[in-house]
T-cell receptor
Framework: DGGITQSPKYLFRKEGQNVTLSCEQN?????MYWYRQDPGQGLRLIYY???????QKGDIAEGYSVSREKKESFPLTVTSAQKNPTAFYLC??????????????FGPGTRLTVT | AQKITQTQPGMFVQEKEAVTLDCTYD???????LFWYKQPSSGEMIFLIY??????QNATEGRYSLNFQKARKSANLVISASQLGDSAMYFC?????????????FGKGTHLIIQP
């Protein structure tokens, strides 16, 4: 089945450690996105990538880094510089051509807890 | 900059009644899209419906319809004949620059609870 996988579902880290969240898609989508959701809040855009080897900062990029070496993969690193890293992280992808290019497909999310 | 406002933090509705979830937006883009997503307690984001700014007719998808009033900058979601499984968080979102691949701007959501 085509879709987006994020692993792990739950992740625990000590303060001061970098942590990388995985996002893989087999939908052949060009664009990929990372969002953060805090309790009781909507999603906020961290980074997005329209094509391989290119990415742009979203609204809250500080303390995060990404790479896009392969079309299928868009890992997010939460660095120690991120002041409040505990949150629910959602990855999404979107086609750039063809039918329903407006739609973003979301993965199941990773819940990160930093103590 | 784009902004989405959802003024109803929570709603209780009797099963089988129709529900209207409010959403207003602000953007300087001429071409934009409006979305509604459902988020159950599991956390996944489920796409419900889309409305393009130049679409002449209001979008419908099964029991969901979007009441799009461009002059008022509102994009309310209407759920007909609500079901217990409709209980979830509902988010309104938008994207400008439809020719590109920009991310979505989300509202803070409405927590809908359907009562039997």
């Amino acid at each position: 089945d085509g879709g987006i996988t994020q692993s792990p579902k739950y992740l625990f880290r000590k303060e001061g450690q970098n942590v990388t969240l995985s996002c893989e898609q087999n939908l052949n989508h060009d664009a990929m996105y990372w969002y953060r959701q805090d309790p009781g809040q909507g999603l906020r855009l961290i980074y997005y990538s329209q094509i391989v080897n290119d990415f742009q900062k979203g609204d809250i990029a500080e303390g995060y880094s990404v790479s896009r070496e392969k079309k299928e993969s868009f890992p997010l690193t939460v660095t120690s510089a991120q002041k409040n890293p505990t949150a629910f992280y959602l990855c999404a992808s979107s086609p750039r051509a063809g039918h329903r290019t407006y739609e973003q497909y979301f993965g199941p999310g990773t819940r990160l807890t930093v103590t | 900059a784009q902004k989405i406002t959802q003024t109803q933090p929570g709603m209780f509705v009797q099963e089988k009644e129709a529900v209207t979830l409010d959403c207003t937006y602000d953007t300087s883009d001429q071409s934009y899209g409006l979305f509604w997503y459902k988020q159950p307690s599991s956390g996944e984001m489920i796409f419900l419906i889309y409305q393009g700014s130049y679409d002449e007719q209001n979008a419908t998808e099964g029991r969901y319809s979007l009441n799009f009033q461009k002059a008022r900058k509102s994009a309310n979601l209407v759920i007909s004949a609500s079901q217990l499984g409709d209980s979830a968080m509902y988010f309104c979102a938008m994207r400008g620059n439809l020719g590109g691949a920009d991310g979505l701007t989300f509202g803070k959501g409405t927590h809908l609870i359907i009562q039997p």
